[in-house]
């Protein structure tokens, strides 16, 4: 294609939605640490995770489960890493709350005591 180049593409690169849940996760990893919350806090699965822990030579994580769909975050940044706004909790347990919204806000109301802010 004649006038076109890879070098007309270069210019100041946003944040990749990766890198911003990697820096939102990391400042939770922070609050949830001084907090010492370092389990599943829902309990909700059977196959509930408890901690995290090896199996075969993998770490099984606990993951942050949001209140909110990420697009609600878009133009709240700043509670994306919110300690109100998350709950720690292992895989099995994140799946089962986060098709269920109705579920999701009992878990907040029970565990952070606040009402849904949506």
């Given amino acids: 294609m004649i006038g076109y180049s890879k070098l007309s593409q270069v210019g ?39 901690k995290e822990k090896y199996s075969n030579g993998e770490l099984l994580k606990l993951t942050y489960a949001h209140r909110h769909k990420r697009s609600w975050y878009k133009d709240k940044p700043s509670l994306l890493h919110a300690f109100t706004e998350t709950l720690r909790a292992c895989l099995a347990c994140h799946m089962m709350i986060e098709p269920d919204r109705v579920l999701t806000n009992k878990m907040f109301i029970k565990l952070r005591r606040g009402k849904d802010a949506s």
């Fill in 12 to 50: 100041t690169k946003k944040k990749s939605q990766t890198e911003k849940n990697k820096d939102a996760n990391q400042e939770l990893d922070k609050i949830y640490a001084e907090k010492k919350i370092d389990y599943c806090e829902l309990k909700l699965s059977p196959q509930c995770l408890g």
